[in-house]
Structures are given as C-alpha cells and as structure tokens.
C-alpha cells in the first residue's frame, strides 16, 4: 500500500512554506547585522584593532601594528560610527582607533574608538532589567562553550537550550561543557551521560564532562577548543575560570591585563580574551544571572528546535505551534520518544514566555 496522495502534496507544501519561513528569518537577521551607516574617512593615524576587555568606563584595545605599544586604553562616544545596535562596543569587536597623543594611569597610550566594523558572530542576550535592550555580551569569537556543573549548582536544561538558541542566531559553533565530573558517584555516571544524550545523538553537539579539579577530559575539552576562538558562558559558580586556568598557561594569564587592573582602581565586568596555549583563545565572561534570548518570536521558535523539523510537516495545521493543536506530529514524536521529552519542555516553556513578554496582550 502507498501513502501518497493528496495528502503528500500537502505535506511537502507545509514543508515549502517552513523553509521559506525560516528563509526569511535568517535573510532577517542578516539584514539587521550588516546594516550599516554611511561611514566618515578615518584620518591618517588610525589603527585597526581588537577590544580585549572593558577596565572601568575606558576598553582596552590590542593594536598591535601601532609600533610603540600593542595596548591603548580607549574611550568611545555614542557619535561612533557603528552599524545600529544598543551595544556600540563590545569585547572582541574589530575597532579603529585614533591615539591622542595622551598617557593614562595604566601605562599605555589613550585613544578613541572612532568606527567598528560589523560583527561576524555575536552572543546576545536581553539587557537585565525592563527595558527591551539588547546586550552584546562577546561578538567575533567562533564558538560558545555552554558551561554548566553536574552538580552544585546541578545544570539547568532550560538555560542550555536558551544558549543554544542564541549561538545559531549569532552564528556561533556550540559545544556543551559539564563541569564537577568529579562530584557525581560512580554509579551515577552512566545517567548523567545518558541525560545528555539528546545533544550529541539528535543534536550533533560535543558535550565534554569535564572535572576542572581532577583534570578529568581536560585534554578532551582541549582538543575542542584548539585552534579556535571560544567564549566560555553559564551561571557563576559552575567553574569556568577554574577551566581557564586548568586550560591556559598561568604566566600569560596572569599578566599584562591583570597588573592593568591592580594600577587603576576599575574592576572589569566585561569579558576578557585570554590566549591558548597550542593555538586559539578563550573568552571568560562574567556569570550572567539571567540569560534571555534577544528577539524571539512564535514563529521562529520551532526552527530553532531542529529535531523537530523532520516531524513537523505531518502536523494537521500549518501553522502548528506543536502545543495544543491536534494531530501534532511533533507532540505524538515526543510521546514516542522520537524527541527528547525535555528539549520538547524548553519549547513550551519558551512559547509560554513569549506570550507572556508580548506587549500586545
Ligand atoms: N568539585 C569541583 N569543584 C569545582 C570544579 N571546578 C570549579 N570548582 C569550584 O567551584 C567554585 C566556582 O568556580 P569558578 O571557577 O570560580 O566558577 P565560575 O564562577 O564559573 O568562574 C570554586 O569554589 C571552585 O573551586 C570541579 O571540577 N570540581
Ligand atoms: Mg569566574
Ligand atoms: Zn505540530
């Protein structure tokens, strides 16, 4: 007996019209980012470089084709030539500076941020607080690292799956990191394994458990991040400058930026680039209390939830939002356990959120 029919066509134009949707979300997002101002020339003197952490109101930015020095602390003014977005300057972007002749209390030149070029890759995450701002936590670095702990704090899969959505709207490679291996029993361990399975089986992601503290897959967790540029993210207390340190060189890590901050009485909230011993650097980021996708909407949101998309074009309605609607497809894929019960929870908890943010309601 064959199944096709009518029904077929109708499935394949379901089909159709997701992708196209899903087109013109990611034609979107593209357009938003390479928006850009006409620019104004920059004079002769100015420097192309790179943001490598915030000390205070001031950024410091590696120029190293300066000559005299490699580091100036900069300011920068709203007027900055940058393509639209609430944050001008963020670590990682790609500046040019103009030096004014000027020294600081840190030793190196100061400078002024005077234009920035666009951002190749970003995290974004909604500013805490009401109002509807977008904040650029890194931007131009390859990869994020989802840094959560087995236990104390035990992870949030809800917080991962957020993570996840930002780093494809932000065009970052994700990679899943357990830390406090060591802290989970013996015979615990198949489970915690098998409780990440959604992610490297149906998803393709490399989760590495780690123990920062034992140097358990240290070497594993390296072997993922060499040769590349990596922000390491998740809540505070879960280890990831323990990983940094059991992952870099101490002397490097330890040095020029360190003594910047002992001379100048600032203390940095920004991220901060640190290089990597065998190639590649990694970004250590404050842990963020909150972390809610910037711009979501109702229709997206299943395109972000990939394993879904197999499912969803035999759903009865088009559009479905794979909640109430009967003859969900991809509802019935989770009853069957073709979805990952969890990962089909942060959905719905997501749709939930969005409804809630809405200000139309
Ligand atoms: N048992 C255990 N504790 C760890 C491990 N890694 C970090 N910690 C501890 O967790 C706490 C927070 O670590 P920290 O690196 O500051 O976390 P961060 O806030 O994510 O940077 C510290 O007390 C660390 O000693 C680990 O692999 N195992
Ligand atoms: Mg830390
Ligand atoms: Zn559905």
Not at 159 to 167: G, Q
Not at 317 to 336: I, T
Request: charged letters at 30%; a negative charge.
């Amino acid at each position: 007996m064959t199944t096709s029919g009518p029904d077929d066509e109708l499935h394949r134009e379901d089909d159709e019209a997701y992708r196209a949707r899903t087109r013109d979300i990611r034609k979107r997002q593209e357009r938003v980012r390479t928006r850009r101002k006409e620019g104004k020339p920059l004079p002769s003197n100015a420097l192309e470089g790179a943001v490598v952490t915030s000390i205070g109101p001031y950024w410091l930015v590696s120029a190293p084709q300066g000559g005299s020095s490699d580091l100036y602390v900069c300011t920068v003014s709203g007027t900055i030539d940058s393509p639209e977005t609430d944050t001008i300057v963020t670590v990682g972007d790609a500046v040019w500076i103009v030096p004014d002749g000027t020294d600081t209390e840190f030793g190196h030149p100061s400078a002024h941020i005077e234009k920035r070029e666009e951002r190749r890759t970003l995290l974004s995450r909604r500013a805490a607080g009401r109002a509807q701002k977008e904040q650029v936590v890194v931007s131009n670095v390859d990869q994020l690292a989802i840094v959560v702990s087995a236990r104390e704090p035990q992870y949030n899969k809800r917080l991962i799956d957020r993570y996840l959505i930002a780093a494809d709207k932000g065009d970052l490679d994700p990679l899943i990191v357990v830390n406090k291996a060591d802290l989970v029993p013996d015979e615990e361990r198949a489970e915690l394994v098998e409780d990440f399975a959604a992610y490297w089986d149906d998803l393709d992601l490399p989760v590495a458990i780690v123990s920062a503290e034992t140097g358990e897959n240290i070497a594993d967790l390296h072997a993922l991040l060499a040769g590349r540029s990596t922000l390491l993210s998740g809540p505070s207390g879960v280890g990831k400058s323990s990983l940094i340190n059991a992952l870099t060189d101490a002397r490097v890590r330890v040095g020029a930026i360190s003594q910047l901050y002992r001379k100048g009485r600032h203390t940095t909230t920004a991220a901060t680039m640190i290089p990597l011993d065998g190639g590649g650097s990694l970004v250590d980021s404050p842990g963020l209390r909150e972390f809610a996708v910037w711009e979501l909407d109702k229709e997206e949101l299943p395109y972000y939830f990939a394993e879904f998309e197999p499912f969803s074009a035999e759903c009865r309605f088009a559009p479905c939002s794979h909640d109430h609607e009967p003859g969900c497809a991809v509802k019935e894929a989770v009853e069957q356990g073709k979805i990952d019960p969890e990962r089909y929870l942060s959905y719905l908890t997501l749709l939930e959120q969005i409804d809630e943010d809405d200000p139309r309601r």
